[in-house]
């Protein structure tokens, strides 16, 4: 059977907070009370994302990979890192954390020069993990990043992710993470009027 492929692409958000936040886009000084904020919302739960000073190393270096394979493959990225979606909507990603808002964006909107896709998100298929522990089985998919204008070959060979329901996120970050598909965005213009002044 055939793969639908969504025409629109997904920002999951904290509703106490505006879109389009990205710690990759705070000074070192600013960052420790944001992390330190991030894990009291945790502690709290709040949320069940797991962020820290381990999470932003590895960040950074997923970040760099993703923007070299980027320019390598011919996009022009307009920011240092990207703004992050996944391809039509996940209830697993949604789920993450309390109070949940989204902002969806019509597939079509998106540049081919500053939009790339992994399968799935960009920390399981760069592949840098195992130096912070969280191994991840290889697939076929992993270690590569693909332009938008190839996102039809990829769901053809490779299908969509099932979108899991699970009501207990506790170590979620060292299982399996086959469950969406991640959009980057390099530039701001899609989004300009979500960001603030």
């Known amino acids: 059977m055939e793969a639908i492929i969504p025409d629109y692409v997904t920002h999951y958000y904290l509703a106490s907070r505006t879109p389009f ?3 990759s886009d705070l000074s070192e000084k600013s960052l420790d009370p944001v ?3 991030l894990a009291a919302e945790r502690q709290s739960g709040q949320t069940s994302r797991v962020f820290g000073r381990r999470y932003m190393e590895l960040r950074r270096l997923t970040e760099q990979k993703l923007r070299r394979l980027f320019v390598e493959a011919g996009g022009i990225p307009l920011r240092e890192s990207p703004h992050y979606f996944v391809l039509g909507s996940s209830s697993w990603y949604q789920r993450l954390a309390k109070d949940t808002e989204h902002v969806t964006l019509d597939l079509v909107d998106l540049s081919e020069d500053a939009t790339s896709i ?7 298929a760069m592949g840098l993990g195992e130096g912070f522990g969280l191994h ?5 998919h992993h270690g590569k990043l693909y332009r938008l204008s190839e996102l039809t070959e ?11 329901q699970v009501s207990n996120y506790a170590g979620y970050q060292y299982g399996p993470f086959e469950k ?4 980057q965005l390099w530039a701001d213009g899609p989004v300009s009027r979500f960001l603030g002044a």
């Open 21 to 23: 936040l990205n710690l």
């Open 35 to 37: 992390i330190e904020h």
């Open 118 to 124: 992994t399968i799935p998100d960009s920390f399981t």
């Open 136 to 140: 991840v089985d290889p697939k076929p």
């Open 154 to 164: 990829v769901v053809e060979q490779y299908g969509m992710p099932v979108d899991e």
């Open 180 to 183: 969406y598909i991640e959009v």
